[in-house]
């Protein structure tokens, strides 16, 4: 059986290969979709989730973005990842911020700037179905804010990693 997801070729269900990707363009960017299976076959309804949501990455970017600003702004994870490149970066942050909104403070500043670099689907993954990574500057830094999520779009959670 084949089946179309948008962004890619047909997929041969019954013949999967292990990874997929493509690059895309996203709010005047380019990000990387990928897909990545454990099996070389799947079922129709776990492909039915990532055509959902690739078919609306710009609300799943949302959706990720408030989960951002909610955790930097409980001190979690992303407030780290802020201190960590005003600290990394300070000979570097004028350019980088450059877009962003100069009434607001610097770490502010800084989390305005962290953009989509790249959403990977697992559908064989229960917890993590979905990763999306941020970046402030993939020439810059290697450490990435990654949001994990349920196929079915549930938040699982937030980490750095680099």
Known sequence: MKYQLPFFDELDLSKLEEYY???IE??????QIDLNFENTSIGVEKL??????????ESLNLENR???NKDFQEG????????????????DLEEILAEAES???????VLEV???????????VENAGIVSDYTISEELTDDLVVVCRKL???????SIES
């Not at 996203?26 to 990000?31: K, L, M, P, V």
């Not at 039915?48 to 990455?57: F, H, Y």
């Not at 979690?76 to 000979?91: A, H, K, P, S, T």
């Open 103 to 109: 009434s607001k403070s610097k770490k502010e500043q």
């Open 21 to 23: 990707e493509i690059d």
């Open 48 to 57: 039915d989730l990532i055509n959902k949501q690739l078919s609306d990455i």
């Open 26 to 31: 996203f709010e005047g960017r380019t990000i």
């Open 114 to 124: 962290v953009k989509l670099k790249r959403i990977g689907f697992y559908p064989e």
């Open 76 to 91: 979690g994870n992303v407030e780290f990842y802020v201190d960590e490149i005003l600290e990394q970066l300070d000979d």
């Open 66 to 68: 408030k989960e951002i």
């Open 152 to 158: 079915d779009r549930t938040f699982d959670g937030i």
